[in-house]
């Protein structure tokens, strides 16, 4: 079946409507990836940012302690810098929290649903098989017992497989709109927490930034 | 005379206290060039950050135009990233004029003086030479008309030597006096712009960025 397909011959039962659906998921999961990979990317950079941030506060507390002309100037630079990376690692424990929510929802609950999508493409080509089957044998009316029995059999299969293909349709449909309904959900939460938390880290409020982390639930390592 | 005084012979003239403001310059030189180097180092791994927050808005960009049930969420992300980068950029010509600034004072202005030490420690060496032959000459009490001259010549090459060696340890404190004025004031100047800058970025006050960067004359990239 596959094969005639492949050359343009045999007809293939095509849900055009399913298939859209189906077709947009895969760039649903493209386009997540694509802000999963920058996320991770941000994570990395972020924190290198507050190493060296960290290693300032060092070297400006110390230059500070031991300068009497300068020492003010080095001390109120050592305090931001270690101000700036303390925050930082609660900002890093919220991108954190997104990177896991996001990887979690495109690696096993979109490919959950993906799946269905492959055992309900292999049931519809085993259907259009026996539907063509069944059709062809049906057109060259059959007269003998052996033959009417042979037609009887082949209808049987075929009615089977179509029970299968039918079954494994509704499923995909109800993945599809069960996935949907998660995604929205999940990604209205992820979103909200890694603006709010973005935007409390750089806009220097710390303890919008310690709400919005709270309000997720984000574990922060210790 | 640099052999004699590594074997622990042979007199050698100390200025102890000029001495400690040479050593205390070297420290100097050291400390302000572990921060320059951390601010390069800080430079470079922020502006990674921001191009990560490019491409973020790009994509929560796209995908907002793209979803009706998440647009929103994407587009105030979009527009945070966006924010984020752009004023990154103007953070970026703050650290560096900062950046610009030190490695003057460490490359050029303290290796300046450093190169006048140079001469000086030259003919400190020469100078206690010369002294040394002297005294030794002279505490041989000459008799012969020959002796008395070769001690007379041997006494104006030492006293030539003295008033060189005196003029460059004058040159030497007048250098490092002059170095240490201008080294806390390029220094205040620097450490306040790039407090200032920080601070601004951070907490996400734009006008005040700009006006830090603008009070130091800050030429940005176009």
């Known amino acids: 079946q596959m094969l005639s397909e492949k050359f343009g011959r045999g007809s293939k039962t095509i849900d055009a409507e399913l298939q859209n659906r189906i077709d947009s998921l895969r760039d649903v999961q493209r386009k997540y990836s694509d802000i999963l990979r920058l996320a991770r990317l941000l994570n990395a950079r972020l924190s290198a940012v507050f190493q060296t941030q960290r290693a300032l506060s060092d ?20 305090d931001t810098q270690r101000l700036l990376h ?12 997104f990177i896991s929510n996001l990887t979690t929802l495109c690696t096993k609950t979109i490919e959950d649903t993906f799946q269905t999508v492959k055992s309900y493409n292999v049931a519809r080509v085993e259907y259009d098989a026996h539907r063509t089957d069944f059709e062809g044998m049906q057109a060259n009316a059959p007269r003998t017992e052996a033959q009417k029995n042979k037609l009887e059999n082949c209808r049987k299969e075929y009615e089977k497989q179509k029970l299968k293909f039918e079954r494994l349709r509704a499923d995909v449909q109800i993945k ?3 996935l949907d309904e998660n995604r929205v959900k999940v990604m209205k939460k992820q979103l909200l927490l890694f603006h709010n938390a973005t935007c409390a880290y750089f806009s220097g409020n710390q303890t919008g930034l310690e709400e919005a982390v709270s309000s997720f639930h ?5």
Chains 1, 2 share one sequence.
Do not use: P, Q, W
């Open 59 to 78: 070297v400006f507390s110390e230059l500070s302690a031991k300068s009497t002309d300068l020492h003010e100037e080095f001390k109120y630079n050592a």
């Open 86 to 97: 303390k925050h930082g690692d609660t900002l890093l424990g919220a991108i954190n929290f």
């Open 176 to 178: 599809l709109a069960l």
């Open 218 to 222: 984000v574990r922060l390592k210790s």
